[in-house]
C-alpha cells in the first residue's frame, strides 16, 4: 500500500476505469479540457468485485467525431443494494439526459465492477457529485472519438488497442487471481474492471470461466494467473507511449501492462 499511497494521481480516466477510452485529441477538439477545474483526488479501496457506474454526455464535431465530458460513480458510496443501483441505471434514458445535461449523445458504460483491488486518481470540479438516478457521479475526465454516431449506437470496438488517456494506480494483491489478453505481439493486457450491459451473468464469481466464454481473433491469447506477490498498474496522462487499454466482446476493460511476461 505504501507505494500506492506515494503515487500522486493527476488525471483520472476509468474504467474504467473505466473504463473510458480516450482517442487522440486534435487541436480543434482541446478547447474543452480547459474546463477541467479544481481537481481533486479519489481513492476506491478493497473495491474487487463492487459496483461503480459510467455516463459519458458526448458533443458532435463538425468532422463527425465526439467530444465530452464522462461521470464516474467509482469510489462514491451508493445508496441501494447492487441489484436495485445496476436496474437504475439500465433504465436511464439517453434523450431524457439529453434534454436535462445538453449534449448530442449519451453514452451508457456499464453497470461495471471492479476487478482490481484498490485504484486511486484524480477526479475535478472539486469532486462535486452530478446525482442521476441515485447514483452519485463525480466529473473524470474528457474524451474524443472518431465517430459520434458509431460510439452512442453500438459497442466500443473489441481487440483494439486504443490510448486511455489518465493517470492512475490499481493495486491487485497477492493471492488474487488476474485474467490477461495477449496480442500477437506479445503484449499482455490485465483485467481491471468488467461490464454486465453485454452480458449481466458476466459477474467477478464466473470470471474463472471467462476464457470459455470469449471468441478471440486469430493470434490472441486469453489467460489467468494467481499472484504470488502485490501487482500494482499504473498510467500517467502524458506517457510516450501512450497508456492502452483493450476490451473483450463483453466490453471487458484490460490495461497494457508492462511488466508482465507473455510467457508467464
Not at 479519489?42 to 467530444?67: H, S, T, V
Amino acid at each position: 500500500m505504501m507505494r500506492i499511497q506515494s503515487l500522486w494521481p493527476r488525471v483520472f480516466a476509468t474504467a474504467t476505469l473505466v473504463a473510458a477510452v480516450v482517442w487522440p485529441l486534435t487541436a480543434q477538439a482541446q478547447a474543452p479540457m480547459v474546463n477541467l477545474t479544481n481537481p481533486c483526488p479519489i481513492k476506491a479501496e478493497n473495491w474487487r468485485g463492487r459496483a461503480f457506474y459510467e455516463i459519458l454526455f458526448m458533443f458532435r464535431q463538425p468532422d463527425g467525431g465526439g467530444i465530452g465530458k464522462y461521470f464516474n460513480s467509482l469510489s462514491n458510496k451508493l445508496p441501494k443494494s447492487k441489484d436495485v443501483m445496476d436496474a437504475r441505471f439500465r433504465a436511464l434514458n439517453a434523450e431524457t439526459l439529453k434534454k436535462e445535461f445538453g449534449g448530442d449523445g449519451v453514452f451508457f458504460n456499464g453497470p461495471r465492477r471492479l476487478v482490481a483491488n484498490t485504484i486511486t486518481g484524480m477526479s475535478w470540479d472539486g469532486c462535486k457529485q452530478r446525482v442521476i438516478a441515485g447514483i452519485p457521479l463525480n466529473l473524470d475526465g474528457v474524451f474524443e472519438v472518431p465517430s459520434l454516431e458509431k460510439f452512442v449506437s453500438g459497442s466500443m470496438p473489441a481487440y483494439k488497442p486504443m490510448v486511455s488517456k489518465r493517470t492512475s494506480s490499481m493495486l491487485f494483491k497477492a493471492g488474487e487471481t488476474v485474467y490477461e489478453l495477449i496480442t500477437p505481439e506479445g503484449a499482455v493486457y490485465t483485467m481491471f474492471s468488467l461490464s454486465l450491459k453485454i452480458d449481466p451473468k458476466n459477474t467477478i464469481e464466473n470470471l474463472p470461466t471467462l476464457g470459455k466464454r470469449l471468441t478471440l481473433p486469430a493470434g490472441w491469447q486469453f489467460r489467468s494467473r494467481k499472484l504470488d506477490k502485490d501487482m500494482v498498474l499504473t498510467a500517467t496522462a502524458d506517457s510516450n507511449p501512450p497508456n492502452t487499454v483493450v476490451l473483450d466482446q463483453l466490453e471487458g476493460n484490460y490495461q497494457y501492462n508492462a511488466g508482465a511476461s507473455a510467457k508467464k
